[in-house]
């Protein structure tokens, strides 16, 4: 099993910064991709950007210039670094990964989700 835990979200100005975290725990052998969600209340959950140990890291059209993914495998890690943020309602973020070969859509394992509220 694997498990996913985010941490870092909160309360933050719209036009700051938050960084977000997500560790990867369990009995597994390797992760091939992990990634960031997105889901604003009454809307769908949408794909904010990934990494993988093969490629750069990759990211939404709404996302580029503002958010950047990176990993630290050696931890199991995963961190969603978020400037200019909007003052929009409180959105949660969901760390996810896939373990193996394959791409962010075959997602395996969803972590609990973080709620990263900004005002204005």
């Known amino acids: 099993q694997v498990q996913l835990v985010e941490s870092g979200g909160g309360l933050v100005q719209a036009g700051g910064s938050l960084r977000l975290s997500c560790a990867a725990s369990?009995?597994?052998?390797?992760?091939?991709?992990m990634g960031w969600y997105r889901q604003a209340p009454g809307k769908q959950r949408e794909l904010v950007g990934f990494?993988?140990?093969?490629?750069?890291?990759c990211y939404t059209d709404a996302a580029k210039g503002r958010f950047t993914v990176s990993r630290e495998y050696t931890k199991n890690m995963v961190f969603l670094q978020m400037n200019s943020l909007k003052p929009e309602a409180t959105d949660i973020y969901y760390c996810?990964?896939?373990?193996?070969?394959?791409?962010?859509?075959?997602?395996?394992?969803w972590g609990q989700g973080t709620q990263v509220p900004v005002y204005s």
């Open positions: 369990g009995n597994f052998f390797r992760i091939g991709v």
């Open positions: 996810a990964a896939k373990t193996g070969a394959g791409s962010i859509e075959e997602t395996e394992v």
């Open positions: 990494i993988t140990d093969g490629c750069l890291p």
